[in-house]
């Protein structure tokens, strides 16, 4: 997606510097935070992190990426989806199971 977005070669440098950045910092400070989450609290608290996180990305990319169409001479959202509620399926299925222990 940045190499569409950004197609200029300096442009597409420094986008790629601040996604790189982005997850880099990312990685740090959720570790430190997590550690401080845990330690303040309790351990279940660090589930409770990712529902807002999810749901600010979710939104996020609705609003930011509406007017991004797929072209060409055929569209894949539909098995994108059917996709993923299979691959969705299975993970959460199978821990599921009657005598399936993990």
């Known amino acids: 997606m940045i190499v569409r977005l950004f197609p200029e070669p300096p442009l597409r440098a420094r986008a790629l510097g601040v996604y790189s950045f982005t997850g880099a910092g990312g990685a740090s400070v959720g570790l430190v935070l997590g550690g401080v989450l845990t ?19 979710v939104t996020a990319g ?7 169409r797929e072209t060409g001479p055929q569209s894949l959202r539909g098995r994108r989806g059917s996709g993923l509620c299979g691959v969705c399926g299975v993970c959460g299925g199978t821990p599921m199971q009657p005598g399936h222990c993990w």
């Open 39 to 57: 330690q303040a609290l309790s351990w279940h608290w660090i589930f409770f992190v990712n529902a807002p996180v999810g749901a600010v990305a």
């Open 62 to 68: 609705v609003l930011l990426l509406a007017g991004e």
